[in-house]
Each structure stands twice: as structure tokens, then as C-alpha cells.
Antibody, heavy 115, light 112 residues
Framework: EVQLLESGGGLVQPGGSLRLSCAAS????????MSWVRQAPGKGLEWVST????????YYADSVKGRFTISRDTSKNTLYLQMNSLRAEDTAVYYC????????WGQGTLVTVSS | DVVMTQSPLSLPVTLGQPASISCRSS???????????LSWFQQRPGQSPRRLIY???NRDSGVPDRFSGSGSGTDFTLKISRVEAEDVGVYYC?????????FGGGTKVEIK
């Protein structure tokens, strides 16, 4: 059974940093691409970033390019999202999802950017 | 960027009646491999999104057969043949043919 468990969310001041983690199980993590998607309070879904399987090409939404970095540790079956220079508009629930087609989703972790 | 436009925004439905959601893309979603990467997601209140349909018309495992997807090119539809109470929530289409990946704005399905 595929399981994705996000962690690392919390309250951070504008300009601050946070690193999200997503622990994956139930599939061969190393060969699949993985994605992050976010949802601001009361709003729709917004794709954030994807990392390819294998060599791991990375892709970012324009809204986070240059501030967020997606990475993975295949020895730990864990996906990461390093978020720097955070802004109020980054406040959202962040979901990790399996592959580029978002076949499975985690339960999400809430990031609140506020002073 | 590919813009995904869903309609209607809100869809009140009577239990047992059919429902239909439209999704239009600003450009063709046919990839160079000939496949069309259009998916549908359901988000029930207070829950994470769940994929229902991938590549236009393929149902995910465990998805009831009352859900069906159709369409081609830039015009797609999600149909629920007979709405049940558990179908209440917001439905999103999404394209994964072109970068950046983009979602539709969502359609809220509620019971009349």
C-alpha cells in the first residue's frame, strides 16, 4: 500500500525558511518522480514542483522558482522541499504526491507565513 | 502556461441524478507520445485530494464505475452517472502534458 507522510510544517516569519519532508513507502521510491502541490486556505490546488526519478530533473512553478528547492534521498525514501525567502502568499497546506501524474497524495502539512 | 477552465463553478445535484463537469484547456493536451495527460481529482471536505481518472478516461483502482471521463484535444468531461452522498466535494481537472503543470479552478458538487 502506497503511503506518503508529510512533516515539517509550522509557523514562520516572512523571509524565513522551512524544510518539508515526505516519507514514502509501499513502492520503489527511487524510480518514480515525485511532486509537491499546495492549497492556500479556501483556495484551489497549485502545483509547486516535481523531481524526476533516477537522475532527478527538477521543475518549478514560476511562483517559487529561485526560492524553493526540491530534492530526494533514496536511501531514506524521503522527498524534501526546502523553502527559503518565504512570503505570506506561501501560506498553504503542502501535499506530496507520487509521480508527475499525482497518483497518490499524502495528508498534507500546513505552512503559515506570518509575523 | 496552459490555462484549464472548468465549468460550472458550483453544481447542485439531486441524489441519484447524473452530473457532468466540463474542463477546457487553452491548448491541446496531446503529448509527443500520442497520449493525452488529463486527470480528474476529487477532494472531499476536510480530506486530501484523490485521483479518480488519468489519461482522460482511465479510472483509478477503487473508483466506482459511476465515474467516467471522456474528451480529446482541448475539451474534456467528467461524468457521474448517479450522484451519491459521498460524492460531495470539489473536483479538479489537471493537465500534465506541458510544464508547468496546471489545475482547473475546481467545481463544487453539492446535494440539492
Amino acid at each position: 500500500e502506497v503511503q506518503l507522510l508529510e512533516s515539517g510544517g509550522g509557523l514562520v516569519q516572512p523571509g524565513g525558511s522551512l524544510r518539508l519532508s515526505c516519507a514514502a513507502s509501499g513502492f520503489t521510491f527511487s524510480i518514480y518522480s515525485m511532486s509537491w502541490v499546495r492549497q492556500a486556505p479556501g483556495k484551489g490546488l497549485e502545483w509547486v514542483s516535481t523531481i524526476g526519478g533516477g537522475a532527478g530533473n527538477t521543475y518549478y512553478a514560476d511562483s517559487v522558482k529561485g526560492r524553493f528547492t526540491i530534492s530526494r534521498d533514496t536511501s531514506k525514501n524521503t522527498l524534501y522541499l526546502q523553502m527559503n525567502s518565504l512570503r505570506a502568499e506561501d501560506t498553504a497546506v503542502y501535499y506530496c504526491a507520487k509521480d508527475q501524474q499525482l497518483a497518490y497524495w499524502g495528508q498534507g502539512t500546513l505552512v503559515t507565513v506570518s509575523s | 502556461d496552459v490555462v484549464m477552465t472548468q465549468s460550472p463553478l458550483s453544481l447542485p445535484v439531486t441524489l441519484g441524478q447524473p452530473a457532468s463537469i466540463s474542463c477546457r484547456s487553452s491548448q491541446s493536451l496531446v503529448y509527443s507520445d500520442g497520449k493525452t495527460y488529463l486527470s480528474w481529482f476529487q477532494q472531499r471536505p476536510g480530506q486530501s485530494p484523490r485521483r479518480l481518472i488519468y489519461k482522460v478516461s482511465n479510472r483509478d483502482s477503487g473508483v466506482p464505475d459511476r465515474f467516467s471521463g471522456s474528451g480529446s484535444g482541448t475539451d474534456f468531461t467528467l461524468k457521474i452517472s448517479r450522484v451519491e452522498a459521498e460524492d460531495v466535494g470539489v473536483y479538479y481537472c489537471m493537465q500534465t502534458t506541458h510544464w508547468p503543470l496546471t489545475f482547473g479552478g475546481g467545481t463544487k458538487v453539492e446535494i440539492k
